[in-house]
C-alpha cells in the first residue's frame, strides 16, 4: 500500500513509488514548500492516489525547492536530534522525544489519525533526506506527474 507517481513523459523518470509511511511525509513538506503553486485542491488531492496531475511546471518549481530545501538541512537523517525530535526516515516522520510517550505510538496514532484529515494530522512528519532528494530528481524529470 502507497502512492504510485508516475511521470507524464513516460521517460527517464517513469515512476516514483513511496509507503504509506514515506508519503504522507514527504507531501506535507511539499505542501509547505510550494503551496504557493498548489490549489487547495491539489494539496488534498495529494494526499489520495486517484490520479491527481501535477504540471511539468509545477514538478519543476517542487523539484527545485526540494533540492534547496535538502541544502538548507530541512530534511534531517535518522536518529535522535538537538532540538528533542526523533526521525524515522524509512517510516518518513520525525516527532519530538521531549513530550511524554512512546514516539512510535505517537506514530501509529498519527498513521491511523491521517486517514480522518490527511492534510491537518501530517503536520509534524518529515521523509528522510535520501528520499526528498530521490522524489526532486523524478520532479525534474518527470514533465508533470499523476498520484495514483
Same mark, same amino acid.
Given at each position: ?8 513523459? +513516460? @521517460? ?6 513511496? !509507503?504509506?509511511?514515506?508519503?504522507? @511525509?514527504?507531501?506535507? *513538506?511539499?505542501?509547505?514548500? /510550494?503551496?504557493?503553486?498548489l490549489s487547495?485542491? $491539489? ?13 511539468? *511546471?509545477?514538478?519543476?518549481?517542487? @523539484? ?8 538548507? +538541512?530541512?530534511?534531517?537523517?535518522? +536518529?535522535?536530534? $538537538?532540538? @528533542? ?8 516522520? !520525525?516527532? !519530538? ?22 492534510? $491537518? ?5 518529515? /521523509? !528522510? ?6 522524489? *526532486? $530528481?523524478? /520532479?525534474?524529470?518527470s514533465g ?5
Amino acid at each position: 500500500m502507497g502512492m504510485d507517481v508516475y511521470a507524464e513523459n +513516460g @521517460g527517464k523518470a517513469g515512476y516514483f513509488r513511496a !509507503s504509506i509511511w514515506t508519503w504522507p @511525509g514527504l507531501w506535507q *513538506a511539499i505542501i509547505e514548500l /510550494c503551496s504557493d503553486v498548489l490549489s487547495e485542491d $491539489e494539496i488534498v488531492q495529494g494526499f489520495h492516489n486517484e490520479g491527481n496531475l501535477i504540471t511539468e *511546471a509545477q514538478a519543476k518549481v517542487i @523539484g527545485k525547492r526540494l533540492h534547496e530545501a535538502l541544502l538548507a +538541512g530541512y530534511f534531517k537523517p535518522a +536518529g535522535q536530534h $538537538e532540538d @528533542g525530535t526523533l526521525s524515522i526516515p524509512h517510516m518518513g516522520v !520525525s516527532f !519530538s522525544t521531549e513530550d511524554e510517550g512512546d514516539p512510535l505510538a505517537k506514530f501509529a496514532g498519527a498513521m491511523e489519525a491521517y486517514w480522518d484529515n490527511p492534510k $491537518e494530522n501530517t503536520k509534524n512528519m518529515r /521523509c !528522510s533526506p535520501e528520499v526528498a532528494a530521490e522524489f *526532486a $530528481e523524478f /520532479c525534474h524529470e518527470s514533465g508533470g506527474f499523476r498520484i495514483k
